[in-house]
């Protein structure tokens, strides 16, 4: 059973910063890519940031240049540093991961964080 268990949100003020990390546990082949999506009260939940094994990062428009997304491939482990935060990156923030259960042809399999609750208020 595949876990992935999720840290570091909490409150900060505007201008702050935090990191945020998500560890995956239990018996698989590989990780195809790890994500970072938040969701805020009454909106749909959006990817933030994504990274692909072997291929690098992406951003949506709103978090270029303050958020940078990486890994520990040894640890399994997928980081948020969240820079210059603003009021309106309030939300709770989920990782993502594509799995591959068995082996390197196995279809890929999408499990989810808890989530982790992030706000900006001064």
């Known amino acids: 059973q595949v876990q992935l268990v999720e840290s570091g949100g909490g409150l900060v003020q505007p201008g702050g910063s935090l990191r945020l990390s998500c560890a995956a546990s239990?018996?698989?082949?590989?990780?195809?890519?790890m994500d970072w999506y938040r969701q805020a009260p009454g909106k749909q939940r959006d990817l933030v940031a994504s990274s692909t094994t072997g291929r690098g990062a992406n951003y949506a428009d709103s978090v270029k240049g303050r958020f940078t997304i990486f890994r520990d491939n040894a640890q399994n482990t997928v980081y948020l540093q969240m820079n210059s935060l603003k009021p309106e990156d309030t939300a709770v923030y989920y990782c993502?991961?594509?799995?591959?259960?068995?082996?390197?042809?196995?279809?890929?399999?999408?499990?989810w964080g808890q989530g982790t609750q992030v706000t900006v208020s001064s």
């Open positions: 239990g018996s698989f082949f590989s990780i195809t890519a």
């Open positions: 993502n991961a594509a799995i591959r259960p068995y082996s390197s042809g196995s279809t890929t399999v999408p499990y």
